[in-house]
């Protein structure tokens, strides 16, 4: 489908704004298994993409991205900044200005590459490739999004994590949802509300 | 300056500052220093343009290493090295070691005038295997 500026703009604010209501529970959720910053850091980046947002939305869908994805490198903060912009800024350079569903599939699998690689991490680590990858999958199974994401993300609780600051708790981390796998099902609602005009 | 650059990227400007007070009396002036530490708040966190200005300022054409606490911190300074100019790239390496001791086994290994390699090499002598 065209991405134009008025939804670019729409995802830059619906992402942006969704993240920002949940900083409480995603500082809670850190608070449980890691330094407690991840709220506020992924608050501080999407502010200032907010604050950016006319440069941002004035260019291509692929360029957007990237802009967004460099905000998010220079303002977070913390690691979520580099893993989230990452994100960004492959899908940014994997996607054409208007993707079909098979170019957006092609750019996310990319994009999830390119994570793995800055994080040093594989799924099962209790992460957000713990939702981003059973995304992936249902994308390409033309499953239901919102469902795969939710699951996944819930299905972060009983892991033991093996990357990041929680793996420093070992078996302590088991019982609490991942915090960046929180963030990523939040993120990936907003975008699917967007592009099915439920905002 | 022809020895390799040390930088010390620490959540904490506190431990930054105070990791490059002990390089400077324990090994001198003679290697390009520079620290940073926190968010760009100013609270505890890593800033991936302060690393960017950091590795700048420590810059030698020998090469520039650096050192770090936390996770964040290792990200953050991977991702400050990608976003170089292409020719720096490959002359920062993020080392593998305790960021006080490894900063001053760094900073002396350099002072001698030693590569990139081996000044990383000393450095990465102190991490477990």
Redesign the interface.
């Given at each position: 489908m065209p991405i134009d500026s008025a939804v670019i703009r729409k995802l830059v604010e619906t992402t942006s704004e969704r993240i920002i209501a949940r900083t409480d529970e995603l500082t809670a959720l850190d608070q449980a298994i890691g330094d407690g910053d991840h709220g506020f850091n992924m608050k501080r980046g999407f502010e200032a993409i907010l604050a950016d947002a006319d440069r941002i939305c004035a260019q291509p869908l692929p360029q957007a991205l990237h802009a967004a994805g460099t905000v998010l490198v220079m303002k977070v903060g913390g690691a979520s900044g580099p893993l989230f912009g990452t994100l960004l800024m492959s899908l940014g350079k994997a996607m054409p200005a208007a993707p079909s569903r098979t170019d957006a599939t092609q750019a996310f699998a990319a994009a999830i590459t390119a994570v793995k690689a800055r994080g040093k991490s594989e799924p099962g680590q209790k992460t957000m490739l713990d939702v981003l990858v059973p995304v992936q999958s249902a994308l390409i199974g033309d499953r239901p999004l919102r469902a795969a994401a939710a699951e996944a993300a819930a299905a972060t609780v009983p892991m033991k994590a093996s990357r990041g600051r929680a793996s420093f708790l070992g078996d302590r981390s088991i019982g609490h949802m991942d915090p960046g796998a929180r963030s990523s099902e939040i993120l990936i609602g907003a975008v699917l509300d967007v592009l099915e005009g439920k905002v | 300056m022809s020895n390799v650059g040390v930088v010390i990227v620490s959540h904490s400007a506190k431990v930054a500052e105070g990791a490059a007070d002990m390089v400077r009396q324990m090994v001198g002036t003679d290697i390009p220093l520079a620290w940073c530490g926190?968010?760009?708040?100013g609270?505890?966190?890593?800033?991936?343009?302060a690393i960017m200005k950091a590795i700048d300022m420590a810059w030698s054409d020998r090469g520039v290493v650096i050192l770090v606490d936390?996770?964040?911190a290792e990200?953050?300074s991977?991702?400050a090295v990608e976003?170089l100019p292409p020719q720096r790239q490959g002359k920062v390496i993020v080392c593998n070691a305790p960021i006080v001791e490894g900063s001053v086994m760094a900073a002396t290994e350099a002072s001698g005038g030693a590569s990139l390699a081996e000044v990383r090499r000393t450095a990465e002598e102190l991490s477990p295997v």
């Open positions: - | 926190g968010n760009p708040d609270g505890l966190g890593t800033n991936v343009e936390l996770g964040g990200t953050n991977e991702m976003m």
